[in-house]
Nanobody
């Protein structure tokens, strides 16, 4: 059974930093594309960024230059380093694991709250 467990959320002032982590179990982590999504109150869930099995990353325009995704296959972990945080970054952040060649392979963590105060 695939499980994704996020950690690292919290309350931070604008301009501050947070690092989120997601540990995966029950899966061959190294071959998965890992993503971070977020959902603010009253809004749809949106993609923050992703990292492929080969380490290629992509980001939403709203976080480019501020957020960095990395992965450690030895620890089955994907991280999201968030710098220069803004109040509009406030949301529940979710970890996602998928395989582009297997549409049914799509798993989510439980989410972790990030709140940025102005």
């Amino acid at each position: 059974q695939v499980q994704l467990v996020e950690s690292g959320g919290g309350l931070v002032q604008a301009g501050g930093s947070l690092r989120l982590s997601c540990v995966a179990s029950g899966t061959t982590f190294s071959i998965n594309t890992m993503g971070w999504y977020r959902q603010a109150p009253g809004k749809q869930r949106e993609l923050v960024g992703s990292i492929t099995s080969g380490g290629s990353t992509s980001y939403a325009d709203s976080v480019k230059g501020r957020f960095t995704i990395s992965r450690d296959n030895a620890r089955n972990t994907v991280s999201l380093q968030m710098n220069s945080l803004k109040p509009e970054d406030t949301a529940v952040y979710y970890c996602n694991s998928r395989r582009t060649w297997a549409k049914d392979y799509n798993y989510w963590g439980q989410g972790t709250q990030v709140t940025v105060s102005s």
